[in-house]
């Protein structure tokens, strides 16, 4: 089974900021199906990246992902107040799919 | 539009079972398949596995393939999660998600496309407790 580690655990950023959130593979995920979803507190995830590095539809283009391999990114170039959730990675391989432990984007 | 709407929160007691429901609508059921998230209290987002409607094969995650079962009735739209030998542990919120694409490639079918889990449903609160 693959692990994703996400890092760092939480951030503390001032609105305006720009922020990268990493997700490291125990090993390769084939096709780069690596998917990152924001999730908040009483609602469904939601998606944002899908095959490391597309928007989903509807998805703003301050979101955008990175990476192949074993190693990605999710960059949000600018924070605003309703970017400040939780952040999930989430690989798709070998019939088996399993997501990171998240990052917190939390309001300095 | 595109939905799934899930059943109701539950509460079992210990070594009871729990059946979740999830209703699809706006969409060619067996074109997709149906995977099933959960999140516990405090905790990350876990993926549990997933079917596929058009020929009922499942995939789960290896720490509860033992007590689940995934399940789809066609001629209602709906995909079921049902675990037993319940724990404490399986407090959650549970989800599912439309994902992934059941197409073809190159003439095999069914071929699988992971474009991530797009549409979800609102999540089934499962209380487990003595």
């Known amino acids: 089974e693959i692990v994703l580690t996400q890092s760092p655990g939480t951030l503390s950023l001032f609105p305006g900021e720009r922020v990268t959130l990493s997700c490291r593979a125990s090993?390769?995920?084939?096709?780069?199906?690596v998917a990152w979803y924001q999730h908040k507190p009483g609602q469904a995830p939601r998606l944002l990246i899908f095959g490391a590095s597309n928007r989903a539809s509807g998805i703003p283009d301050k979101f955008s992902g990175g990476g192949s391999g074993t190693d990605f990114t999710l960059t949000i170039s600018r924070l605003e107040p309703e970017d400040f959730a939780v952040y999930y990675c989430q690989q798709y391989g070998s019939s088996s799919g399993t997501f990171g432990q998240g990052t917190k984007v939390e309001i300095k | 539009q595109i939905q799934l709407v899930q059943s109701g929160p539950d509460v079992k007691k210990p070594w009871g079972s729990v059946k979740v429901s999830c209703k699809a609508s706006g969409y060619t059921f067996t074109n997709y398949g149906i995977t099933w998230v959960r999140q516990a209290p405090g905790q990350g987002l876990e993926w549990m596995g997933w079917?596929?409607?058009?020929?009922?094969?499942?995939f789960y995650a290896q720490q509860i393939q033992d007590r689940v079962a995934m399940t789809t009735d066609t001629s209602t739209n709906t995909a079921y999660m049902e675990l037993w030998r319940l724990t404490p542990n399986d407090t959650a919120v549970y989800y599912c998600a439309r994902e992934p694409y059941i197409g073809c490639s190159g003439g095999s079918c069914p071929y699988y496309y992971y474009y991530g889990m797009g549409v979800w449903g609102q999540g089934t609160t499962v209380t487990v407790s003595s």
């Open positions: 079917i596929s409607p058009d020929n009922g094969n499942t």
């Open positions: 090993q390769t995920v084939r096709s780069n199906y």
